[in-house]
């Protein structure tokens, strides 16, 4: 496993508005460390309110949730190939849909870029596949907050962010919350059920943190200073 290569999930709320915008700007920012790390193997993008708008319109039309999930699958890889255009030469031309294209593009030394894989996967499920089949041994995930909350912090204002979190404290902390149930198309929680597994199961080095303002990414990324206080790390014990 190489201890020093990451890969990445960027949340489909990073890349768009509340009026479903694109976020150019955004996503420049994104490229420019992209392109000036040396340590980044692998980038997934979710799909984020767009796909959720598509999944509730295909929902609505009586599409039953596999098809609805289609919907979800097919923005996020319309957002991984809008990553790949932007860096150009510095990625794999083309978004990977399996994990075995993950383990064989690896190998051309550029950042692989991908989306959704399959109906009922998470792509925070799909970025925890990709590391453990390229070596990888650093997930970072990218979302629209700054780390991991004990409530809600969009409904509390008393919510205060957790610096470092087990496994097992943070599945309970989510789970506890309202359920278990991860089956619905479009549905979204910090981790589902299928990451936690494959975190319990593998060395990954987990790290949740925001994606609006991108110094703790260079930080990590182009700085590499893998200790840098930024976001919440889930720690395995």
């Known amino acids: 496993m190489d201890k020093t290569k990451y890969v990445l999930k960027i949340g489909?709320?990073?890349?768009?508005?509340?009026?479903l915008n694109l976020r150019q700007s955004q996503i420049e920012k994104f490229t420019q460390v992209l392109k000036k790390s040396q340590i980044v193997g692998a980038v997934v993008v979710g799909g984020g309110k767009l796909a959720r708008t598509y999944i509730n319109a295909a929902r609505s039309l009586n599409s039953?949730?596999?098809?609805?999930?289609s919907f979800g699958i097919g923005v996020s890889r319309l957002n991984?190939?809008?990553?790949?255009s932007a860096l150009k030469e510095r990625a794999f031309p083309e978004p990977i849909?399996?994990?075995?294209e993950a383990r064989v593009n690896s190998l051309w030394g550029r950042i692989i870029v991908a989306g959704g894989f399959i109906p009922g996967q998470s792509t925070t499920s799909v970025t925890f596949?990709?590391?453990?089949?390229?070596?990888?041994?650093n997930v970072l995930i990218l979302t629209n907050v700054?780390?991991?909350?004990?409530?809600?912090?969009?409904?509390f204002a008393d919510a205060k962010k957790i610096d470092e979190i087990t496994i097992k404290d943070l599945e309970e902390l989510i789970y506890g919350q309202g359920g278990s149930d991860q089956s619905a198309a479009g549905e979204y929680r910090i981790l589902d059920a299928v990451s936690f597994q494959i975190m319990k199961r593998s060395n990954l080095n987990v790290r949740l943190m925001g994606g609006e303002d991108i110094t703790g990414l260079e930080r990590i990324l182009i700085k590499e200073d893998p200790n840098a206080k930024i976001g919440t790390t889930i720690l395995r014990k």
């Open 12 to 19: 489909g709320s990073l890349f768009f508005d509340e009026n």
């Open 64 to 69: 039953d949730e596999a098809d609805c999930d």
């Open 80 to 84: 991984s190939k809008l990553l790949i």
């Open 97 to 100: 849909t399996t994990v075995k």
């Open 129 to 137: 596949e990709i590391a453990e089949s390229i070596g990888a041994s």
């Open 146 to 155: 700054d780390g991991i909350y004990d409530k809600d912090p969009g409904k």
